[in-house]
């Protein structure tokens, strides 16, 4: 990864192009992390105090001396319009599930993935094996599984009792459809994450500022998405820091296959606890 930085990053960004990122993050923020929650101003949307800060991005984009800037923001900007435009929620119905196929699979992985090689001329990493494992990352697996398991708990069954809620099952009648739709969305939410937020936004912030700022914003990205999807109550705090170590991960390991399987295995756990605080005991099987 550190390879792949271009000089912008290395020497540190301009002004107009450190404000234009931190714009464009708050108006993730209002536009998506917020989209169903009620203002107190705006008409009752915070997307609205939302909008104006995207095209403050764009303009101080445009006036940055760094390469290829101002197509990144139109990128970003371009991710927000899509979210916005699509129903974010943990739904498990058949046909919402399809639409978050085709808008987070379609338009948020293969067209950004297309834009950045033939438009920026800087493709996605997609770097997906680098080489043997090292014994600290075997490692890492079964010790982020346990620290993950005991964040999940406190959190579905201490600091935010009803975050099942989030996900809707059915409480009469056969349930396995439901449960099976639930349990390939989570699979599907989470590789999506790390590929649009990560491999995406991560990667494209990477190119034009240090780790440590780029990290802090395409964390905020990150929970901006999953605390409108389904994470409240005290979602963010969880996410965002979920969202930095997989940063930090990602850095270190070079691996994108590696950051996958971390976020697959946290959303085993997810699935577990969903099905448990709705169906007490789990009576349920997949068979």
């Not at 009803?162 to 349990?183: I, K, M, N, V």
């Not at 999807?229 to 979920?242: K, L």
Request: proline share 5%; net charge positive.
């Amino acid at each position: 990864m550190s390879e792949s930085l271009t000089t912008d990053a290395r020497i540190g960004p301009d002004a107009p192009r450190r404000a234009s990122l931190w714009l464009m993050t708050a108006a993730m923020v209002l536009i998506i992390g917020l989209k169903s929650h009620e203002a107190p101003i705006a008409g009752g949307d915070w997307h609205w105090l939302g909008w104006p800060l995207v095209a403050a991005s764009l303009l101080l984009g445009r006036r940055s001396s760094a390469r290829n800037w101002f197509r990144t923001t139109v990128l970003l900007a371009y991710l927000v319009v899509v979210l916005f435009f699509t129903r974010i929620d943990g739904d498990t119905g058949a046909s919402h599930v399809l639409e978050l196929v085709l808008a987070l699979g379609l338009g948020i992985l293969l067209v950004p993935a297309l834009l950045a090689k033939y438009w920026l001329r800087e493709p996605l990493d997609y770097s997906w094996f680098q080489g043997r494992w090292s014994w600290r990352m075997w490692l890492w697996l079964p010790a982020g599984f346990a620290i993950a398991y005991g964040f999940m708990w406190l959190y579905f069954h201490v600091l935010t009792p009803l975050l099942h809620h989030s996900w809707p099952l059915p409480l009469e009648g056969d349930r396995t459809g439901a449960l099976w739709r639930l349990f390939w969305g989570c699979n599907f939410v989470g590789v999506w994450d790390e590929l649009a937020f990560v491999n995406f936004v991560f990667v494209l912030l990477l190119r034009h500022f240090r780790f440590v700022e780029a990290n802090l914003a395409q964390a905020v990205f990150f929970t901006s998405f999953l605390h409108e999807m389904a994470f409240v109550g005290w979602g963010p705090v969880v996410i965002y820091a979920f969202a930095l170590v997989q940063g930090l991960t990602y850095v270190r390991t070079r691996s994108l296959f590696y950051i996958i399987i971390l976020h697959l295995m946290i959303d085993s756990i997810l699935f577990y606890m969903i099905a448990n605080r709705w169906y007490p005991g789990w009576g349920w099987h997949p068979w």
